[in-house]
T-cell receptor, first 112, second 115 residues
């Protein structure tokens, strides 16, 4: 089984809809992250969580919210989706002796 | 302000050539972390290395090596004897914790390795 899973893998939705992207990990890591990637660009940090009770905004958190339901689960919500939120979304974990990072496979979100 | 520059947008090499991907960063923090990631055509992201600002030792992992030089604010990545499977976009990133955690990615370098 994959270390980090994301659901759904692809989603097409309409402007104004609420969307939740889910992330689960089996690494036992405390630190988890949500990033978005726009075509031809690097990643931008949306939210991060260094443990279950610690949630912080990243550089581009406007229009997004998160929930850390457990150490293993970190969900990203778009309360009212807009077209410029069309992007590839990645969840990641970090931990272990070498602070290794593991990424989920990504969720491709299209907002029409 | 933090900044990461990957000046090489695309590089094309022939298999077995060595190739170096450049990364120059800017930060006023004395404690920071540098990263390299690989994104193959399939789209997933693969973590390659994490280096803290106090460790300037070069790192080698198989055909991959990294050269960290604080004096020039660079963290360059070399692939020795490149292979077709190395074709990907490579991202360099910088993380700092002062005033809250921040992470900045470079725009990436697309590497084409031709057989």
């Amino acid at each position: 089984d994959a270390d980090v899973t994301q659901t759904p893998r692809n989603r097409i939705t309409k402007t104004g809809k609420r969307i939740m992207l889910e992330c689960s990990q089996t690494k036992g890591h405390d630190r988890m992250y949500w990033y978005r990637q726009d075509p031809g660009l690097g990643l931008q940090l949306i939210y991060y969580s260094f443990d279950v009770k610690d949630i912080n905004k990243g550089e581009i958190s406007d229009g997004y919210s998160v929930s850390r339901q457990a150490q293993a689960k970190f969900s990203l919500s778009l309360e009212s989706a807009i077209p410029n939120q069309t992007a590839l979304y990645f969840c990641a974990t970090e931990g272990g002796n070498a602070d290794t990072q593991y990424f989920g496979p990504g969720t491709r979100l299209t907002v029409l | 302000a933090q900044k990461v520059t990957q000046a090489q947008t695309e590089i094309s090499v022939v298999e077995k050539e060595d190739v170096t991907l450049d990364c120059v960063y800017e930060t006023r923090d004395t404690t920071y972390y540098l990263f390299w990631y690989k994104q193959p055509p399939s789209g997933e992201l693969v973590f390659l290395i994490r280096r803290n600002s106090f460790d300037e030792q070069n790192e080698i992992s198989g055909r991959y090596s990294w050269n960290f030089q604080k004096s020039t604010s660079s963290f360059n990545f070399t692939i020795t004897a490149s292979q077709v499977v190395d074709s990907a976009v490579y991202f360099c990133a910088l993380s700092t914790y002062t005033g809250g955690f921040k992470t900045i990615f470079g725009a990436g370098t697309r590497l084409f390795v031709k057989a």
